[in-house]
């Protein structure tokens, strides 16, 4: 794999305002790559730094072999962006939006035919205006693929979408993903990183402070898994001996395992070997959620691996 | 090159459809032209406007009411409100250019500006026999320069205006100003102390005597002409050093 984003102590500031202090990371070809963090944590500069849309203070940043803060007009042609907090006129109609910005790239991609993949040849003459949120993220999706990008930078995307829409998001971004173009997705929803992201950076303060694939995160900081079920069973203190079995709570029939590890499949087992079957018997693993709260709620100085 | 092409084609239909603007850029001065064309008439009075007709006055000054209305109302509240509604973030993060951002807008102003100059011309002259003007060769560049410079006005408020609305308001406040005192009100004769002294200091005022030279026969004024394209040289340097994508 190849790295076709990367962010070397990157550093920004605005006035007396530290918005990036210190972020590094790499992003290879064909991945989903996520930016997760609070609001405020410094990721839409950093990505707008990437874009060279920001000048950075410090730092050495790449997207595609070229530096975005010399090489910017020729980095255009080769990445596609979508900025949070970001519009088109309301009266401009689907396909002049489209036609327009293909036109700012020599060699773009034929417009109609994103229309068609992105579900919006019935929305060809529709103003911006009278689009749903749905349709407007669908356009902005086509608008950031009209130059064939080879990456593409989605800051906060589902922002402000209905349930419904989100979903219908997170399957574009997918599709952005599966026509082989790499995806730098900028987001403070967990459930959303969770769910595509290949790996991603946690961005808090200005700082880099976890990075790996979801689950692997999920692994190291907050590898706590809950085994539920129900029993009657009146001694259940031989649970204790399972590897990896922290503590047994019960109130009334249910009861709970707390443990790390493969705890499921150990708990089950010697339930199992007791005559002990309970049909609800189910695992609870901690989300990204977790992770970034416990990564996130602490002092700035101090140092996380 | 294509993209500006393809930037002022787009302007000019999101323009037209574009209700307040229509209107203040269109009608308003066909309006105010039937208003006040119907009270004056066209005789000649020595007293009044420089001993001109009444329309033949005002018709040259209307062309610059049309030029204060894009310049003050229809640019300052459009780019405003794409800056306010991210529509110019949108057009920076696929690079668009500022220089297109802007350099459509001034087009756009100046194809808008010609076409209603000419219908209010052609409507003076059929309802209220205004006379051609003097020197059509003079009022080229005369029209020219002082679309420019109202365009760069216009381009220097909507990037000084934070939002479309405090820029319709302002806009409205400078129009109705330009309106009353730049020469498309009452007879500059009328005008008195405060009135006189503010008349001095809007730019109407010097576009509309730079626009009634060729067209009344007093020929190219050199201080007007050199005012106006002051005007406009300052206003596009503080556009340079002022605008803003958000």
């Known amino acids: ?305 | 090159m294509t993209t500006l092409r393809k930037m002022v084609a787009v302007e000019l239909k999101l323009f037209l459809r574009e209700p307040l603007t229509v209107v203040f850029a269109l009608a308003l001065p066909l309006i105010t032209l039937f208003v006040l064309g119907g009270v004056f008439g066209n005789i000649p009075d020595p007293e009044f406007y420089a001993g001109a007709g009444a329309m033949d006055f005002y018709t040259p000054a209307y062309i610059g009411l049309v030029l204060a209305s894009i310049g003050v109302v229809s640019l300052p509240a459009h780019l405003a409100g794409n800056r306010e509604r991210g529509v110019l973030r949108r057009f920076r993060a696929s690079w668009v250019p500022a220089a297109v951002v802007v350099g459509a807008e001034a087009v756009v102003s100046l194809l808008i500006a010609l076409v209603s100059g000419v219908v209010l011309v052609a409507c003076a002259m059929l309802l209220y026999d205004v006379n051609p003007p003097q020197s059509a060769l003079l009022l080229v560049p005369a029209f020219a320069l002082s679309a420019l410079a109202f365009s760069a006005i216009g381009v220097m408020l909507g990037s000084l205006i934070p939002t479309a609305r405090a820029a319709q308001a302002a806009g409205m406040l400078f129009w109705f100003v330009m309106l009353f005192l730049g020469g498309a009100g009452p007879p500059p004769e009328v005008l008195t102390g405060v009135l006189q002294a503010l008349r001095h200091a809007i730019p109407l005022t010097y576009v509309v005597g730079l626009l009634q030279g060729p067209w009344l026969g007093s020929g190219w004024s050199w201080v007007d002409a050199g005012i106006v394209a002051g005007i406009g040289v300052v206003a596009g340097l503080v556009t340079i050093r002022f605008f803003k994508w958000e």
């Open chain 1, 1 to 305: 794999m190849t790295a076709v984003v990367t962010v070397e102590h990157l550093r920004k500031a605005y006035g007396p305002v530290m918005a990036v202090d210190d972020i590094s990371f790499a992003v290879e070809e064909g991945e989903i790559f996520g930016v997760l963090g609070p609001n405020g944590a410094g990721k839409t500069t950093t990505v707008e730094c990437l874009q060279g849309l920001r000048h950075a203070d410090s730092g050495t940043l790449r997207v595609l072999g070229l530096d975005p803060q010399t090489q910017g007009r020729e980095l255009r042609g080769r990445v596609g962006s979508q900025l949070q907090e970001s519009a088109l006129p309301d009266r401009i109609r689907v396909w002049e939006a489209l036609d327009l910005f293909a036109s700012l790239t020599p060699g773009a991609a034929d417009w109609r035919l994103l229309l068609e993949q992105w579900g919006l040849a019935g929305k060809r003459k529709a103003s911006f205006a009278s689009l749903s949120g749905g349709q407007r993220q669908r356009l902005f999706v086509a608008l950031a693929l009209v130059n064939e990008p080879q990456v593409v930078f989605l800051d906060e995307m589902t922002t402000g979408l209905d349930p419904a829409a989100r979903r219908v998001a997170w399957e574009l971004v997918e599709a952005i993903r599966a026509r082989g173009t790499t995806v730098v997705l900028v987001t403070h929803f967990m459930d959303e990183a969770e769910r595509l992201c290949d790996r991603l950076a946690i961005v808090d303060r200005g700082r880099v402070v976890a990075a790996g694939t979801p689950q692997g995160l999920i692994d190291l900081h907050a590898p706590q898994v809950l085994v539920r079920f129900s029993s009657a069973a009146a001694d259940l203190d031989f649970l204790y001996r399972v590897p990896g079995v922290e503590a047994v709570t019960r109130r009334g029939e249910r009861v709970e395992v707390a443990g790390t590890g493969p705890v499921l499949a150990l708990v089950a087992a010697t339930l199992v070997e007791r005559g002990l079957i309970p049909t609800d018997l189910r695992a609870e693993r901690a989300t990204l959620e977790e992770v970034f709260l416990r990564l996130t709620s602490r002092s700035p100085g101090e140092e996380v691996v």
